[in-house]
């Protein structure tokens, strides 16, 4: 599976932040003139969640995937979506070949969207919280939860990832990670733009990404840090940042009150909604997002640094 690239539906391929790639067997490359690059239509799915009940998760996401009437790209889902945020991974894991990542599969298939969400996942003896990538064509990306919110007990019962997972649709680059990586901005922080020759100016033209993805479970009791440390991700990367959370009570009786948001580079809030579910489509703006880069060039002021494993 690894080694090369995609270059599928609008030219998208994925890496992580060492460079590790994600291939196809037989590439699709689009001409340059075929991709429309200035807007991206990501559909944000809040909403219960069935406790422990895969069955019942993905019948419910099939219904509210297949309502969406609007032309979108990207759908994504919450943390743990088809069981909830549960710390019983011996009950209730999969294999990269089980049903969940099959059904995924097929509504990406049918729906011709890229889907995304986490799940857990059993690997080589370990469990796994892992976002999954999923493309229309079948081909997909992972990433595992690197920050395991100890507080509830996830460093106990999952594997931490160390290798973040960035992908790129229609020459949109797109960080993806999960609730508690919320917390610790180092991980999300933009790689600094390399020194020119004379070590003065950056060689690099642009951020490494533009849009900063988080899928979560995270409760009401703890919304205030949620709804602000989302906006600081946007302004401190001047990136649009997307967070999908779910509401309603989870088998331990932690209520969520959702407060997904989409937030643009400037931190201005786009889109939230609080204690309801909502199936919502935004449209991102390239022209928007390269103005601000361009006239407050933050990101190439930053400091540079490196994550040690």
């Given at each position: ?68 009437k609007e032309k979108t790209e990207i ?235």
């Amino acid at each position: 599976m690894l080694g090369g690239s995609i270059y599928i539906f609008h030219k998208l391929f994925i890496n992580s932040v060492h460079r590790l790639l994600l291939s196809s067997h037989n590439p699709i490359t689009l001409p340059a003139d075929k991709i429309i690059m200035s807007t991206l239509s990501v559909t944000i799915i809040q909403s219960i969640l069935h406790w422990q009940n895969t069955q019942a998760n993905l019948a419910m996401f099939e219904e509210k995937i297949h309502s969406i009437k609007e032309k979108t790209e990207i759908v994504v889902l919450p943390e743990m979506f088809n069981t909830g945020f549960s710390m019983n991974p011996s009950l209730l894991a999969e294999k990269m070949d089980g049903q969940t990542v099959s059904w995924m599969r097929r509504i990406a298939e049918e729906k011709k969207i890229i889907l995304t969400g986490s799940i857990i996942i059993e690997e080589d003896e370990n469990y796994y919280n892992r976002l999954v990538w999923m493309l229309p064509t079948g081909q997909y990306g992972v990433y595992d939860k690197r920050h395991r919110f100890a507080f509830g007990g996830e460093d106990e019962a999952f594997t931490a990832g160390e290798k973040r997972l960035i992908a790129s649709v229609k020459g949109w680059k797109i960080n993806l990670l999960i609730c508690y990586d919320l917390r610790f901005p180092v991980w999300a922080r933009q790689t600094p733009p390399p020194l020119g020759e004379d070590g003065r100016g950056p060689e690099q033209q642009a951020p490494e990404y533009d849009v900063l993805v988080y899928v979560a479970n995270w409760p009401e009791r703890r919304n205030h840090a949620w709804k602000t440390l989302l906006q600081a991700r946007a302004i401190e990367n001047q990136c649009y940042v997307v967070g999908a959370n779910r509401v309603g009570d989870d088998g331990n009786n932690i209520h969520y009150s959702g407060d997904s948001m989409v937030i643009d580079p400037l931190g201005e809030v786009l889109y939230t909604k609080a204690n309801d579910e909502d199936v919502f489509t935004v449209v991102l703006k390239k022209d928007k997002l390269e103005e601000v880069r361009n006239k407050l060039p933050f990101w190439k002021d930053a400091d540079s640094f490196s994550i040690l494993p």
